[in-house]
């Protein structure tokens, strides 16, 4: 028997449409809290009962004392049974809700390590996880001999932003300290690391009472660092789950995840396999992928990971049993790139194993199916050439991420 139970979900991002209508379907509340300037988005208005605005002190930040003072409002009058980030931005804000109000859920301590790419580094390290040579760049004689002891090229990386966002590539010490010295007051919220070359990999898990319920493994095939750097289009595509990359994968993936402490929820997370061919931990958050991620792994898997996420959260706020079951095994690939025209003309790139094109505006965005993955491959390899000479437009990359 399904109680009704209230849902509070955070977004400073336009996305969770399907975690809210499966909410909603399953006979809860749902109020949202989202930025001010995202009222005009096409919301599952139909399963959303209350919404409230926040104004952004820039792109993606609230003042969080004022939502704590407003959440203080909702208390009064709802039960909360559970608060939902639904980005990676809103991970933090979540995190202090729950804090504050005594909501369950990821709390302070714990979200650090999904959100703060310093303590998540620290924590693998710590438990013995590989992981890129890291320094904090607090301190001027440690980051000196940082740079002694771990050749370059290095990235020095902002400690809490999403996507590949803010990342930029040092080549030398002579790079490095003005490169330091412009971040000025913002200087403790980066890091640097050592660059490994190699391949790049996101594992987009659910996790049920610490149980990694569900996985889909892939691979990047223009990393997503290059591509917001570079320009380009961004692709990657689902690996079979009895090749060799996703045992290496599945281990690594699994200690990162019972170390960090998740109990519950979606998690992406990446690792890059360096040439020397073991599998180093890069980064993970406690949240659905982005870049339409959630697409491909349901084309491949048959599992819409916002839905079940919702699902799963259903179940433990109804204290039932919570199963998935993949009912497709096939593979999935993805290219996403930015485009010249609003809409681009598509027809050109329409093949038999297309399942959709996304309706993203100045953007090309293609989800891929096949039980066979040579095929994808080929089919990622052909689009992203017919993109790169007749739909691609390529802009600097931007000091704040889209996600």
């Given at each position: 028997m399904n109680m009704e139970k209230t849902i509070v979900c955070i977004s400073c991002y336009y996305k969770g449409y399907d975690f809210m209508d499966e909410c909603k379907k399953l006979g809860n509340k749902v109020i949202l809290i989202t930025s001010e300037n995202l009222k005009e988005k096409p919301w599952p208005w139909h399963a959303i009962d209350e919404i409230y605005y926040m104004p952004e002190l820039e792109p993606s930040v609230w003042n969080l004392d004022h939502l704590v003072q407003g959440f203080a409002y909702l208390m009064k009058n709802h039960q909360i049974d559970a608060v939902i980030a639904l980005d990676d931005y809103d991970v933090e804000k979540a995190a202090m809700i729950r804090e504050t109000y005594r909501i369950p859920g990821m709390g302070q301590t714990t979200h650090r390590y999904f959100r703060d790419k310093l303590a998540m580094r620290q924590q693998a390290k710590d438990n013995g996880i590989s992981v890129p040579e890291f320094s904090s760049i607090f301190n001027d004689a440690k980051l000196h001999q940082f740079t002694q002891d771990v050749p370059g090229p290095w990235v020095l990386k902002p400690r809490s932003e999403a996507s590949a966002s803010g990342i930029k590539k040092i080549n030398s010490a002579d790079e490095l300290w003005p490169a330091v010295e412009n971040l000025g007051d913002e200087r403790y919220k980066f890091l640097l690391e050592a660059f490994?070359?190699?391949?790049?990999?996101?594992?987009?898990?659910?996790?049920?009472?610490?149980?990694?319920?569900?996985?889909?493994?892939?691979?990047?095939?223009?990393?997503?660092?290059?591509?917001?750097?570079?320009?380009?289009?961004?692709?990657t595509k689902t690996l079979d789950k009895n090749s060799e990359e996703v045992k290496g994968l599945e281990q690594i993936n699994r200690e990162v995840l019972t170390k960090f402490g998740i109990q519950n929820g979606a998690t992406h997370s990446e690792f890059i396999r360096g040439i020397d061919g073991q599998y180093y931990f890069l980064e993970t958050s406690s949240r659905v992928g982005g870049a339409h991620i959630p697409d491909m792994v349901e084309a491949a898997t048959g599992v819409n990971i916002w839905r079940e996420w919702a699902r799963l959260e259903n179940a433990?706020?109804?204290?039932?049993?919570?199963?998935?079951?993949?009912?497709?095994?096939?593979?999935?690939?993805?290219?996403?790139?930015?485009?010249?025209?609003?809409?681009?003309?598509?027809?050109?790139?329409?093949?038999?194993?297309?399942?959709?094109?996304?309706?993203?505006?100045?953007?090309?965005?293609?989800?891929?199916?096949?039980?066979?993955?040579?095929?994808?491959?080929?089919?990622?390899?052909?689009?992203?050439?017919?993109?790169?000479?007749?739909?691609?437009?390529?802009?600097?990359p931007k000091d704040k991420p889209t996600s």
């Open positions: 490994k070359p190699g391949d790049v990999y996101h594992v987009d898990c659910l996790v049920y009472n610490k149980e990694i319920v569900f996985s889909c493994f892939s691979k990047y095939l223009s990393p997503p660092m290059k591509v917001s750097h570079e320009g380009g289009v961004f692709r433990l706020l109804n204290n039932v049993p919570y199963k998935i079951e993949e009912n497709k095994k096939l593979y999935g690939g993805l290219i996403v790139a930015l485009a010249k025209d609003k809409h681009p003309e598509t027809k050109v790139l329409y093949t038999s194993e297309v399942v959709k094109f996304l309706p993203i505006d100045y953007h090309v965005g293609i989800v891929y199916q096949s039980d066979n993955a040579e095929k994808i491959q080929q089919r990622l390899d052909e689009a992203a050439q017919l993109v790169t000479e007749q739909i691609l437009n390529i802009l600097p």
